[in-house]
């Protein structure tokens, strides 16, 4: 590890190569001040995904506080309106989001980013990695790069959750009510494959588990090429691994990443609270924006308006 940058109150340090970093000297609350806000913000972009220890203070609305200093609070998710009011429960007894995704992808507004805060842990295990899609991105050869930025996607929210999980880890009777909730209200959006960041100007994937297939392609194509950029994805160098203690708090640009929360802690319990953040609609290279196929999430979301880039 080294020291990426340092201010007055804040130390930046840099985890790996392609993403993640830890900021230390930093209280969370909704009173930082804007030096300090900046810092958060261009780590953020700079590294993906940043961490913070020792939070044990920050409360429910105090997390909420804090998120309003990065932007504009969703409600907690579009379809899953019943387990709270500022943040969402990401419990293990609704299910284990142990498959790579970004989040909320079948809406056209994706979030920008999620603040997630550890409440209860289990003894071992847990932890969770995300992937740098804008790495991932930057690995492929000329020819792959050529066909993905003029590729398109669906995105769905009945997308194929138990194709990985086995009989051991089906889901009792507060999951099914949990995933059926999730499915209520039934999203498909299409969304370039890749897509620009709009602070950053970097080029990233836009995958995870909620692609149902590529526009123009078989189901058979849509799988097999899928399968192909998703390893791409989360190739270990391209990841970040983060062992969670109380108190953690864990920030993710949601435009620029991937994640997967390792079932690796049995029957025990664990429950972390997430905010996610008002964000923009995709947009790809040619400047063409995602487009709704079904479902809308203006009572999920406002779509965050982006200054220019400077030129």
């Known amino acids: ?154 995105h769905t929210n009945a997308y194929d959750y138990a194709a990985d999980r086995s009989d051991s880890h089906a889901p009792n009777d507060q999951g099914k009510a949990y995933r059926a909730e999730f499915e209520s209200t039934y999203y498909e959006t299409e969304h370039p494959v890749v897509r620009v960041h709009p602070v950053t100007g970097e080029r990233a994937l836009l995958l995870g588990h909620f692609v149902k297939n590529f526009v123009g392609l078989t189901a058979a194509e849509s799988a097999a090429l899928f399968q192909l950029l998703q390893n791409r994805v989360t190739k270990l160098e391209n990841t970040t691994r983060w062992n969670w203690q109380l108190g953690d708090v864990a920030i993710w640009d949601n435009r620029a990443t991937q994640h997967y929360a390792i079932d690796d802690y049995d029957t025990q319990p664990r429950r972390l609270t997430r905010i996610t953040l008002a964000g923009d609609i995709p947009v790809d290279i040619h400047g063409n924006e995602s487009t709704i196929i079904t479902g809308n999430a203006e009572h999920y979301s406002i779509i965050e308006q982006v200054p220019p880039r400077a030129a």
């Open 1 to 154: 590890m080294s020291v990426d940058y340092a201010t007055s109150t804040a130390t930046v340090v840099k985890l790996g190569s392609k993403i993640g970093a830890r900021v230390d000297g930093v209280r969370l609350s909704g009173e930082l001040d804007s030096e300090t806000i900046k810092v958060i913000q261009d780590a953020l972009h700079e590294h993906k995904v940043i961490f913070f220890r020792g939070q044990e203070h920050l409360t429910e609305d105090g997390q909420y506080e804090f998120a309003q200093l990065l932007g504009a609070p969703t409600t907690p998710h579009p379809t899953v309106t019943s387990r709270g009011v500022k943040t969402l429960p990401i419990d293990s007894e609704y299910g284990r989001a142990n498959s790579w995704h970004t989040d909320v992808t079948f809406v056209d507004r994706i979030p920008k980013a999620s603040i997630l805060r550890a409440v209860h842990l289990p003894a071992y295990g847990g932890s969770t990695t995300w992937a740098s899609t804008v790495a991932a991105y930057n690995s492929l050869p000329d020819s792959l790069k050529a066909l993905v930025e003029n590729l398109r996607a669906r």
